[in-house]
């Protein structure tokens, strides 16, 4: 979801100078006031059989864990709408898509000698997007703070902003093998409540503290209710069946991660 977002806003701001350049016309004072006065921006996205596709991601430290060969395909009609309301809060809104499909190739561990070494292959997910909602918060503007799940004192040097974001979402299939193939997951579910078909809903804060580690610096993510069931249908160990995994009542509400650098 989020790299979806994060591709349609690139997508956006790369063909802004292009359009602009194809249909520049001047405006009258008239026109200038019906502009500024529109209410947001909303953005229509599809994405076909060819799909998005990424060769590879690599994270480097000494070694390297690389992602192979990730891809994202059938999304129709998914909305996006962009406003900024008067306290400066970004508000981001999504609607929802039905039957996305994601794939990943292999997860990789490689040594400064180019050793390579195969930690996950053939992810496969299906997956029903419901419609989520993401807020931006501009915690300069007074009063919003009080608005967050999130404690004062998380909140002294931040930098004054922070993410909330309710999702929905529900895995229909889900399909990996790791270590080498001598682990394997199948028929991997994820749904709400109200059993298969309906979408489990997810909380988080995501925010930003100044300074070092030692000091409290780092980006922050605070986790809410997970309301939903996450269901193994087969699991394999060295070829073998060793049965079925299901996980109900899924609460997170009392985790923080803090994320830095060491």
Known sequence: MKLLKKTSLAAAIMAAPFMAQA??????DASMSDVTGQAGITMEINIGAAGISVGEIEYIDEGSVALKNLTVTNVTNLTQTIDVDAAGNLLIGMSGVTGMQIGLGEVALRSTAGEEAQLVSDLSITMDLGASTTTIANLA???NAANLNITDDALNGSGD???LSNTAIEIT???VNALGDAIG???????GTGGEGTKATIDQTIWAQAGDSSTGGGVYIQMGQ???TLEIGAIELGGSS???V???DINLAGMTTRIYGH
Do not use: H, P
């Open 141 to 143: 503007a007074a009063g």
């Open 226 to 228: 997970i309301a939903g």
């Open 185 to 191: 997951i199948s028929g991997m579910k994820f749904y």
């Open 173 to 175: 299939d889900m399909s």
């Open 246 to 248: 299901k996980v109900s």
């Open 161 to 163: 902003v922070a993410i």
């Open 242 to 244: 060793i049965g079925q």
């Open 23 to 28: 249909g520049m016309v001047a405006l009258d």
